[in-house]
């Protein structure tokens, strides 16, 4: 259980355009949900929280308007990156958590998605 | 603030020898420590949590306050441990992880 998808795999996109990241929590309710960024064989940066139904929470530094994340439903939240430039070009990763049962403390254990590709010529 | 500190980006050993990632943190609080592993091509998992005290595939991590320090080991490295592994750390931030730099590890046979 606890299965974690992410679609696309990986994206190509030209420099100006939009492109949407879909995470999904297969078997559970996700409750919460987390965006990060991997820059090659470096750490996961975390890039806003999102919990379903209200406005995601930015970490400093991350431009909201550029990185929108919309978490409508228990199952699903998407990250769109407007006006993509050759920068945004990363591997984004999103994990979830919630009432998969296997909370032993305070902390809801976060499950990851495979992540996600993103290159902007 | 919070802040998790992996000293060493890489590490090798051979198979069978000692391995013992190393992973300083600095928390104002009581956090949680916990050991995330990324295999080749796969996502990442959760290894192992300090508030569980367990031992998964013969690794363990203990959690040293006075020394802030949340070191990952085994007696006996496996050429399939050889992984990305990442320390991170839970606050009280609604469950927000910070995680550190993460160390390649390489087993080699």
């Known amino acids: 259980g606890a299965v974690v998808s992410q679609h696309p795999s990986w994206v190509i996109c030209k420099s100006g355009t939009s492109v949407k990241i879909e995470c999904r929590s297969l078997?559970?309710?996700?409750?919460?949900m987390f965006w990060y960024r991997q820059f090659p064989k470096q750490s996961l940066m975390l890039m806003a929280t999102?919990?379903?139904?209200?406005?995601?929470?930015?970490e400093q530094g991350v431009e909201k308007d550029k990185f929108l994340i919309n978490h409508a439903s228990l199952t699903l939240s998407t990250l769109t990156v407007t006006s993509a430039h050759p920068e945004d070009s990363s591997f984004y990763i999103c994990s979830a958590s919630g009432s998969s049962g296997r909370q032993v403390s305070s902390y809801n254990e976060q499950f990851f998605g495979p992540g996600t590709r993103l290159t902007v010529l | 603030a919070q802040r998790v500190t992996q000293p060493e980006k890489l590490l090798s050993v051979f198979k069978g020898a000692p391995v013992e990632l190393k992973c300083n943190y600095s928390y104002s609080g009581s956090p949680e420590l916990f050991w995330y592993v990324q295999y080749s091509r796969q996502r990442l998992q959760l290894l192992l949590r300090?508030?569980s005290r367990e031992s998964i595939k013969g690794f363990t991590a203990d959690l040293n306050k006075g020394e802030t320090s949340f070191h990952l080991k085994k007696p006996f490295a496996q050429e399939e441990d050889s992984a990305m592994y990442y320390c991170a750390l839970v606050g009280t931030s609604y469950g927000k992880l910070t995680f550190g730099q993460g160390t390649i590890l390489t087993v080699h046979p």
């Open positions: 999102s919990n379903e139904g209200s406005k995601a929470t930015y």
């Open positions: 078997d559970f309710q996700a409750t919460t």
């Open positions: 300090h508030i």
